[in-house]
């Protein structure tokens, strides 16, 4: 990690993103949101820079190398484990993980949970794509008419 301090200054800069879930002198906590927005958008080819600053995130305030490093740190974790390995566990994991047998119920709880999930996320990234869609008939529909006067 960095040795860079941010400012107070710097921390109420940074809390006002909706990007950002929580600041302090040494670290900044990313929204799951965003986390799945950079993985998408990584995955199309987009540099991490780009995807931070497109967020509204500046690389000066930053740094390159938390930039590199949360990157590097995310797609590891999405590859392990997918979506569930983006989400912040903080507050649910503490502690030892419980030992006991899951009931039968509590299975079916947890598979629907995760299914909700997956299903939220399709929906998203179908979302995504519509948008990306209708941005790209948008340019060439402009460029057409320009080509035309």
Partial sequence: MTKRIFT??????????PYVQAVSE??????DEFK???IAENDKGTSPREIF????LHVDLIGLQRISSAGKRWRAAYRQTGVEGLQDTRKTNSGRPSEKELSLEEKIARL????QLLRAENELLKKLDLL???????K?????????N
């Fill in 8 to 17: 107070k200054k710097e921390q109420e800069q940074l809390k006002c993103n």
């Fill in 36 to 38: 799945r927005h950079f």
């Fill in 140 to 148: 060439s529909q402009s460029k057409r008419n320009e080509n035309l």
């Fill in 112 to 115: 629907e949970a995760k299914n």
């Fill in 53 to 56: 600053e497109e967020a509204g």
């Fill in 132 to 138: 990306e869609r209708q941005m790209l008939k948008k």
């Fill in 26 to 31: 040494k670290a900044i906590t990313y929204t």
